[in-house]
């Protein structure tokens, strides 16, 4: 059973940093791309960045340029760099990661609140 664990949440004051890391186990595949979800209250789940296996990257508009999304095969795990974090970033952050033939998986999510 593939399993997706996710840390590296927290609080952080506005203008802050934090890295989040997911690494994957239960499985010998590779995955085709891993990646960070993320979702407000009240809000829908919005892709924030993938990697795909092949080292392409895939950024939302609003973290361009503040957040780095990194990723090691051989470990199957996916990190993200969070720089320059506002109130706007606030959210539960769900690593995700796509299979090559079959289903995607999700991880439980971990907690990522920006306040003074």
């Known amino acids: 059973q593939v399993r997706l664990v996710e840390s590296g949440g927290g609080l952080v004051h506005p203008g802050g940093s934090l890295r989040l890391s997911c690494v994957a186990s239960?499985?010998?595949?590779?995955?085709?791309?891993m990646g960070w979800y993320r979702q407000a209250p009240g809000k829908e789940r919005e892709l924030v960045a993938r990697?795909?296996?092949?080292?392409?990257?895939d950024y939302a508009e609003s973290v361009k340029g503040r957040f780095t999304v990194s990723g090691d095969n051989a470990k199957k795990s996916v990190y993200l760099q969070m720089n320059s974090l506002n109130a706007e970033d606030t959210a539960t952050y769900y690593c995700?990661?796509?299979?090559?033939?079959?289903?995607?998986?999700w991880g439980r999510g971990t907690q990522v609140t920006v306040s003074s």
């Open positions: 239960g499985t010998r595949n590779s995955f085709a791309a």
């Open positions: 990697i795909s296996s092949g080292g392409n990257t």
């Open positions: 995700n990661a796509e299979s090559m033939v079959g289903p995607e998986y």
